[in-house]
């Protein structure tokens, strides 16, 4: 890039790292474990012949349907390009650049960081306690100018669920100042931690959905946003005049018909029968130190030597993700549930690389 056009650009954005989405990260495998998606393609056709004119700004059909599978009215549903639009929406209708804040606990997902930095937003972090539960007191120290607090849960990359009595906790200690956003993008795996019925209760409360995981749709880029109406209006004003494209809308909506929607609960019981016969595999390797409960569909793990599993898994076609990085997830590898046939081709390369070492 040459350097006159890079000092034009803004200095938040000079200073970025951009996301390192698994797909950024590339890879020559063919056993993907490394982003959290289903791992067989659901075939879709399109039903509108509508290509000349606009979309619907919010498709009545993909929005009366998934308040029916959320349990709740229209009026408190926006659809969007993906949940990561939906977290960063919500920035820019609540936080004022170089003023608010907002507040997140790692080790977590990382597009809340980095919605932040490309807006012009300050992000505090208060780190996860050991038991990856919120550190409630720590929070209620750092939550002055913040205006939205991210939670994850269940938490990508951890795995666990966050504690009912904790969230209560942070919306009473927010309410009047911050919205809490509860990140459910993995909620279909454990369905009965929903947040949506508190939402008659707390007018701040936010919670994110996503047909990428589950519903088996991540190239398809549709999200929700669940919120009581005056949250919702305010995300009207900045959502694009037209965010989904016609044939989005057109697989969303089927994605969300009975049918669509009983699919997707087969396929979670699958994926939920592969997980439980990982949890058997992983802890009789050697490599293998500790496995962590999960509530998804991935597995975080600790291994002995994980940049060599990594490498190892990875030139044989096996691409799992990273979080060594991650703070306090030295030597961990995050582990996406594919179908059974990729699960045992996982187990078996692990077996072979413990053979190796010994
Ligand atoms: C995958 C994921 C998202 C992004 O969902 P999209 O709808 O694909 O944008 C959001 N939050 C978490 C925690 C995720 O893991």
Known sequence: ???EIEALARANVRALTPYQSARRLGGNGDVWLNANEFPLPVPFELSQQTLNRYPECQPRLVIERYAAYAGLTPEQVLVSRGADEGIELLMRAFCEPGKDAILFCPPT???????????GIEYRTVPALDNWQLNLPAIAGKLDGVKVVYLCSPNNPTGNLINQDDIRALLDMTAGKALV????????????????AWLQAY?????????????????LRCGFTLANKPVIDLLMKVIAPYPLATPVADVAAQALSEAGIA????????LNANRAWLYEQLPQLPVVEQVFPSETNYILARFTDSP????SLWDRGIILRDQNKNPGLAGCLRISIGTRT??????AALQAFSVEQA
């Open 109 to 119: 997902y990382g597009m809340y960081s980095v919605s932040a930095e490309t807006i």
């Open 342 to 347: 990729e699960c045992e081709r996982l187990i």
């Open 1 to 3: 890039m040459s350097t």
């Open 203 to 219: 007018p701040h409360l936010v919670i994110l959905r996503t047909l990428s995981k589950a519903f088996a749709l991540a190239g």
């Open 181 to 196: 956003v509860a990140d459910e993008a993995y909620i279909e795996f454990c369905p009965a931690a929903t947040l949506a």
């Open 308 to 311: 060599a599993v990594f490498k």
């Open 263 to 270: 699919l997707m609960r087969q396929h979670v019981a699958e």
